[in-house]
Structures are given as C-alpha cells and as structure tokens.
C-alpha cells in the first residue's frame, strides 16, 4: 500500500517516523525534478527511501521515501542503518516542498483513515494502522 504525500512550499517540510522502527537501509536515487503533484515523479524525482522494521511485533517492514519537486531539490535525512526512531520522531526534511511517500505492507488488517486530498498534520494524522492484534499504526 502506497500513501502519497504533497508538500507545498506553504507546508511543513520536516519528515517524522510513521512508527517506533530500527532503519535497516537507506537508498539514494538520482533523478528529475518534475512537479511533485504529477504522479510519475514518484518513479522519475530524485528520491531517498528509507526503509525501516517496526520494533514491535510482527516487525513490519515499510519505507518512508523523501522525494524531490520542481522548486524543492534539496533531501535532508539524518538517519544511518541501525539507528532507532520513535513514532512521530523527526528524522529529515525536503526543503521547499515537494512529496513524501508511505509504503506499507498490504493485510486484511489494515485500515487506511485518509482520502484523496485530504489536508494532514505531521506527528498528529494517524494515515493508517493494522487492527490491534497486528501491531503499530503509521502516523
């Protein structure tokens, strides 16, 4: 399951932990800088995926992908392979704006609480979260 993110340049820009996660790699890919509203700049865009393992079980993995815009090119994380992040913890920004994505695995168990343009609160909008005996949500 794929959760979209747009950052306009009036937003917030700072990225948080989707969940209480170990990160067990970081993946830089060079790219365009496509308006980040268009859906093939999640495929085309310069982007930093970040993939993490929840530290509660079933020990989910998922990615939190920082992506670049038209305006905004500029990815900062903070994060190393083997550190430990709380939810809703700050770990990079993408200055200026642009698009921050959620992957998470897809179970019958899973709930999505947000729509299709949908204005959210960082550290606050739970977007998603598996029923109670599967584990953490994703904030």
């Excluded at 992908?65 to 190393?80: D, E, H, N, P, S």
Aim: hydrophobic residues 40%; contains cysteine; charged residues 25%.
């Amino acid at each position: 399951m794929q959760i979209g993110i747009f950052l306009s340049i009036f937003n917030v820009h700072i990225n948080r932990s989707p969940v209480a996660a170990r990160i067990i790699g970081l993946t830089y890919r060079p790219g365009k800088y496509l308006n980040a509203l268009r859906p093939e700049s999640a495929r085309e865009n310069e982007q930093l995926a970040i993939r993490l393992e929840s530290t509660e079980a079933p020990h989910r993995r998922m990615i939190a992908r920082q992506i670049t815009g038209a305006i905004a090119r500029r990815i900062v994380c903070w994060l190393k392979p083997g550190d430990e992040v709380q939810r809703g913890e700050q770990f990079g920004m993408i200055k200026l704006g642009s698009r921050t994505e959620l992957v998470i695995p897809r179970e019958d168990c899973l709930k999505i609480h947000t729509v299709l343009g949908q204005t959210i609160k960082a550290g606050k909008t739970v977007l998603a979260e598996y029923g109670a005996e599967a584990g953490p949500s994703a904030t």
